[in-house]
């Protein structure tokens, strides 16, 4: 099997090559900065990143060190960190920068955290809504939450692998499709333990939907399919 962190590379570098060329971009969750090289040969104008974890910024800035200028001065840091529920302080970071709204939203492998709770649901379409250009692509790409329940009812809610456990660590019928919790570790990757939610895309859709996107493409992942909401 291929690596998951092989796999998940191959997906951010063809949805990369495919819709960044002279993109402005806002990409939520943009961990360590693992496809840097690709940012840098999209040509694309600029990209915001947003990344709450503290360790992964460090490691991102590290990668960054090693840039061109001309590739620096494309890239907008949201500090302090925050994740994209903070919706007031990302708004004032695009404001008082005088950045553009994107062109193209990304969040790559990070859709599971918006399904905290409601509350943080709504908070993640409000940010998305604001900070994305008339006209503009959604793209987001996630573990299907009813894939992964169906996979776990086979494994006793512990799913294991040689790259991957995957565990279920509680089930709130009363509020789903929120508040489902897994814990996550992947071999080789920034994942490490990590708490997640399942995350449903029908959800998702609808909600997009309702801040005025429309469905251009989806399928599950394989390298030649992605998720694409069209505003």
């Known amino acids: 099997m ?19 060329q002279e993109a402005e971009v806002f990409d939520m969750g943009t961990g360590n900065f693992g496809p840097i090289h690709q940012f ?7 990209i915001v990143c947003l990344e709450p974890n503290v360790d992964n910024t460090k490691e991102a800035k590290v990668r960054l060190a090693e840039k061109s200028f001309d590739f620096l001065r494309k890239v907008h840091w949201i500090e302090p960190a925050c994740g994209y529920e903070d919706t007031e302080s990302i708004v004032n970071f695009f404001r008082v920068r005088k950045l553009r709204k994107a062109t193209v939203t990304t969040a790559f492998f990070s ?11 709504r908070a993640f379409l409000n940010t998305v809504d604001l900070c994305t250009a008339k006209g503009g692509l959604f793209i987001g790409t996630m573990m299907d939450g009813d894939s992964t329940l169906r996979q776990l009812s086979t494994h006793k809610d512990d799913w294991r692998h040689a ?3 995957i565990q279920l660590e509680e089930i709130n019928p009363s509020c789903a499709p929120f508040q489902q919790e897994l814990k996550i570790d992947m071999k080789d ?14 959800t998702l859709q609808e909600g997009l939907m309702e801040i005025g996107f429309k469905l251009l493409e989806t399928g599950m992942f394989n ?8 505003k």
């Open 40 to 46: 840098d040969k999209a040509n694309l104008k600029s």
């Open 223 to 230: 390298p030649s399919e992605k998720d694409i909401l069209d």
């Open 189 to 202: 990757t920034i994942v490490k333990k990590q708490t997640e939610y399942l995350a449903f895309f029908d």
């Open 111 to 121: 859709l599971s955290f918006a399904y905290k709770d409601e509350a943080t649901f």
């Open 163 to 165: 790259d991957f456990s």
């Open 2 to 20: 291929e690596s998951l962190q092989n796999f998940n590379r191959k997906v951010k570098n063809d949805i990369i090559e495919k819709y960044f």
